[in-house]
């Protein structure tokens, strides 16, 4: 309990009556119905909500559904002091509470929209970082919150990247009405309130669906074997269309793998071997399988989708948008194909990876070999001299409608130019021209993964890639059938 200080009444109508409170202990309270809008109870759940976000994202755009008192816009304010901060609040009365409260600097008063929330959002066309929602009638949610055309609208004003708060309560229905369009990463509780958090499908969450149309490269029969070297003996296609895989043998020792939703068919005539199958999205475990305790595979992989985007790059991030425009204005350099012997060269000249650099142009002359002109070494050169500064090597698969990222570099002498980005940019404008729908990044980095790797995956993640993070695999020992004599 608190010892009231002082009390007084707002009349309000749309409220009716708001009281204000002060405490000893507690400080300022703001109630509506006996039910707090606002005072220390929020304000701890908002500051562990927060918590949630990464200091380190770039929140530069912040909006509040539900003023309230203000208490939330101060965690805000303190978590990201720099972001400009929109509000949507449906009570006048209740902005000016939060003003007498001084709930916000001076120097940093947000910007106050008093209007209905469910009309204001489906009109905005910004978009945000981060979205706030704390919308309550007392202790009550309105049914709108939870329409497909509010959840909606909310999920096309949520940046690709950003992450959006909802405050339940006990209003546990709407987690599954915003789960149609949002993918949920955590819930938040304090005392007898939750906050869920939602992102965007594909930012990095264990079953979250791929975009519908999306054919996994190692279900491209060409891709699959074209990853071997020609002719190679202890390794041959098997599999089903959907859950195609590659068996193969060292010695005695035999091994299949897929790579799909739908699970592989149990061979008892071939030679007894370890089955391994990678499910993409599936969470579940049929019977006769185990759930492997390591990752055999990428931990992660991420692929941009390009289908009704022309203008593609205003999905990327507003850096990457900045060093694309740089790089359209900068005439020293241009972007060409070249022969794997250059790309190799200039590759060779960056110093980087002495250890596996050999390897890459390997499986690269692998790559040529099978797919011929299906592969593309894109160098961005000197125009005057001729000198390549940077390479990306993709790999198109038709069938699959995927072009892979497969090998790239950047001499350190031209770090601060453009060029990684205008790659990317030539990658993407390429599948366009010749109908691919998704260039696919490979590996992006994921806790777990070795951490020279986050500098380039930092670099991919800013051009938006759906993030498939994989489940851990499935594993079964599967032994040959014997036959009668």
């Given at each position: 309990m608190d010892i009231v200080l002082k009390e007084r009444k707002v009349p309000s109508e749309k409220n009716g009556v708001i009281t204000v409170r002060r405490g000893l202990r507690r400080g300022f309270t703001v109630l509506v119905d006996g039910f707090q809008q606002s005072g220390a109870h929020l304000a701890e759940l908002w500051r562990r909500s927060l918590w949630g976000?990464?200091?380190?994202?770039?929140?530069?755009?912040?909006?509040l559904l539900g003023l309230g008192g203000g208490s939330c816009l101060r965690n805000v304010r303190r978590r990201f002091p720099d972001a400009h901060v929109t509000v949507i609040e449906w009570n006048p009365a209740m902005v000016e509470i939060a003003k007498s409260l001084k709930f916000f600097h001076t120097k940093q008063i947000p910007e106050i929209i008093v209007g209905d929330a469910y009309e204001v959002v489906p009109k905005m066309n910004g978009r945000f970082d981060l979205i706030l929602i704390d919308l309550f009638r007392g202790g009550e949610t309105e049914p709108r919150l939870a329409s497909d055309e509010m959840v909606a609208a909310l999920s096309r004003i949520l940046k690709p990247d950003g992450y959006l708060l909802l405050n339940v309560y006990k209003s546990v229905a709407l987690i599954p009405a915003f789960e149609r369009r949002l993918s949920r990463h955590g819930t938040f509780s304090y005392k007898y309130d939750l906050v869920a958090q939602f992102r965007h499908v594909g930012q990095g969450r264990v079953g979250d669906q791929v975009p519908e149309g999306f054919v996994h490269p190692m279900q491209s029969p060409d891709y699959l074997v074209g990853g071997w070297e020609p002719g190679a003996q202890n390794a041959s296609l098997v599999g089903k269309p959907g859950c195609l895989g590659m068996r193969w043998h060292f010695g005695p020792i035999w091994i299949e793998s897929h790579t799909s939703d739908i699970p592989p068919d149990i061979d008892r005539d071939a030679p007894s071997r370890?089955?391994?199958?990678?499910?993409?999205?599936?969470?579940?475990?049929?019977?006769?399988?185990?759930?492997?305790?390591?990752?055999?595979?990428?931990l992660q992989h991420g692929f941009a989708d390009l289908r009704g985007k022309t203008e593609y790059w205003k999905d990327w991030s507003d850096h990457a948008q900045?060093?694309?425009?740089?790089?359209?204005?900068?005439?020293?350099?241009?972007?060409?194909?070249?022969p794997l012997s250059d790309f190799a060269a200039a590759y060779h000249k960056t110093g980087k990876l002495p250890m596996i650099r050999k390897d890459f142009i390997r499986m690269l002359d692998r790559r040529i070999q099978y797919h011929g002109d299906r592969v593309h070494l894109f160098a961005a050169r000197d125009v005057r001299t001729g000198q390549i500064i940077s390479g990306l090597a993709v790999v198109d698969v038709p069938d699959a409608s995927v072009s892979m990222h497969t090998v790239a570099f950047l001499h350190p002498k031209f770090e601060k130019t453009s060029a990684g980005t205008g790659l990317i940019d030539h990658w993407f404008s390429h599948c366009q021209k010749t109908g691919i729908r998704f260039p696919h990044f490979g590996l992006l980095w994921a806790p777990g993964d070795p951490g020279a790797w986050k500098g380039y995956s930092k670099f991919k993640r800013q051009f938006n890639p759906h993030l498939l993070l994989y489940p851990l695999p499935l594993i079964r020992f599967v032994r040959r059938q014997k036959t009668a004599a």
């Open positions: 976000v990464p200091e380190k994202h770039p929140v530069k755009q912040v909006l370890l089955l391994i199958w990678q499910p993409m999205t599936k969470l579940g475990k049929p019977a006769g399988w185990h759930r492997s305790w390591i990752q055999m595979n990428p900045r060093h694309r425009k740089k790089w359209f204005k900068d005439e020293r350099y241009e972007i060409v194909e070249v």
